[in-house]
């Protein structure tokens, strides 16, 4: 049958097509090297308080690749992900991210901040993968309960059971877990009471339109409302306006994210963005 389809392929010629496949082949190459190279390298988008303070940060990849230039994750981690490199490029945004937190715990002004990492789906459904973070915590030393490991709902689509041993063996350790995307997925309701999740991520696409939109300000609310009774933290996604984080606050929402406090910026922009409260300095001499 393989054969089939490969002759049929064949039979389509499609230029742009072809031009495509071409171009993401050459890719996958550059990809297989760019750790060796170096090429990649971690931004970090502040989580705020309601008094906009950072309690945490989001690593977000980036690419810098040779001649193509700084790539989103968006135009790179589905290959990723398809050709198995993930789980590679996974473990070394994990080292990255525990190396930061490493630094910024030697400063006692950013000693509490914590660092969400996203995980994809192939990387968290590895059967090592809790072995995979465990011994990067262990080799970095840092303190677990640092480290959210973002996931999203199409994760539990397949062996529930697995997912929450999983997330349970590593919980043990301290590690906190959030729930990336909420509300776009296909997650049954149910799920929520039974994943052992810190956080819920509120989606930007119903963030986007607030406060007008009636059925986004009902999603919201809903999502809100619901996290409290399950004693979940929520993080709203992508908050671009004062109008947006107004309704937020109003309607009880504790955590936010959003180019309205911050776009996803150098660890060092971090640190100078947010410059450490004067006692804390005054503290740490
Ligand atoms: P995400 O985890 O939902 O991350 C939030 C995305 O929204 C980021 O895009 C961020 O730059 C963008 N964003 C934040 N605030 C705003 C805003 O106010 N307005 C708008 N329009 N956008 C905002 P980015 O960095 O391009 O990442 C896209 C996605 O790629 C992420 O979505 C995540 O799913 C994935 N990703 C990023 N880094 C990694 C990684 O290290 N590993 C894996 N597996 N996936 C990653
Ligand atoms: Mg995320
Ligand atoms: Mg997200
Ligand atoms: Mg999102």
Redesign the pocket.
């Known amino acids: 049958q393989a054969k089939e389809r490969g002759r049929n392929n064949v039979c389509v010629f499609d230029p742009t097509l072809q031009a495509s496949i071409l171009s993401q082949t050459g890719l996958i190459d550059d990809l297989r090297q760019a750790i060796q190279r170096d090429e990649f390298h971690?931004?970090y988008?502040p989580v705020v308080s309601p008094l906009q303070q950072p309690q945490d940060w989001?690593?977000?990849?980036?690419w810098q690749h040779p001649t193509r230039g700084l790539l989103?994750?968006?135009a790179f981690?589905k290959l990723?992900?398809e050709s198995g490199l993930?789980l590679s490029?996974?473990q070394w945004?994990l080292r990255a991210a525990c190396e930061q937190l490493t630094h910024w715990g030697r400063v006692p002004a950013t000693a509490h901040w914590s660092v969400a990492?996203?995980?994809?789906a192939r990387?968290f459904l590895d059967p090592a993968f809790a072995a995979r973070v465990q011994s990067v915590i262990e080799g970095s030393g840092i303190n677990p309960s640092l480290l959210r490991l973002?996931l999203?709902e199409s994760m539990f689509l397949t062996d529930i059971e697995k997912s929450i041993l999983k997330m349970q063996s590593l919980r043990a350790l301290g590690v906190q877990f959030a729930l990336?995307?909420f509300g776009t997925g296909y997650s049954s309701l149910s799920y929520l009471k039974r994943l052992p999740l810190d956080q819920l991520?509120v989606?930007?696409s119903f963030v986007q339109g607030l406060p007008g939109s009636r059925e986004d300000a009902a999603i919201t609310t809903t999502i809100l409302t619901l996290a409290r009774t399950l004693g979940l933290q929520v993080v709203a996604?992508?908050?671009?306006n004062k109008a947006q984080f107004d309704f937020l606050l109003q309607h009880g929402c504790s955590a936010f994210?959003?180019?309205?406090f911050g776009?996803?910026m150098s660890a060092q922009d971090a640190a100078s963005h947010f410059p450490p409260a004067r006692q804390a300095i005054a503290g740490s001499e």
């Open positions: 971690l931004l988008q989001e690593a977000l990849i980036r989103a994750p968006a981690i990723a992900e993930i490029l996974g945004v990492v996203n995980v994809s990387q973002e999203t990336d995307d991520k989606d930007r996604e992508g908050v671009e994210q959003g180019y309205l776009k996803p």
